[in-house]
């Protein structure tokens, strides 16, 4: 199965975009929908075959407020990080991903991540 993650950001220009994240691969749209269907166009996977869950963000025991405030933070930094900052972001993504996949396990207990 390939799991995907999509989260809203807002750009510099104060505009709000989505990011949908695979594990290979990102993209982004001015829709959640949008920011998918780019996602899926470069993945070797049939589109009817992706289940899609939608949750907005609350803190839980699979990612936490503080580590979500961390990311925001990173990430409306933009360009300007340094490598162990990058680093950083690098491994909340991962989590963030990570907890997404072990929700969707935790609330479809029949799905295999």
Do not use: C
């Not at 930094?77 to 162990?84: D, I």
């Amino acid at each position: 199965m390939t799991e995907v993650m999509i989260r809203a950001e807002e750009s510099r220009a104060g505009e709000k975009r989505y990011r949908a994240v695979s594990v290979s691969r990102t993209s982004t749209g001015r829709t959640a929908g949008e920011a998918l269907d780019s996602l899926l166009a470069g993945l070797d996977v049939d589109a009817w075959a992706v289940p899609v869950l939608v949750q907005p963000f609350s803190a839980d025991q699979f990612f936490t407020q503080e580590q979500y405030d961390r990311m925001q933070a990173l990430l409306a930094r933009g360009e300007g990080l340094s490598p162990a900052e990058n680093r950083e972001l690098d491994a909340l993504l991962d989590a963030e991903l990570q907890a997404t996949m072990e929700r969707t396990a935790h609330l479809l207990p029949h799905a295999k991540p």
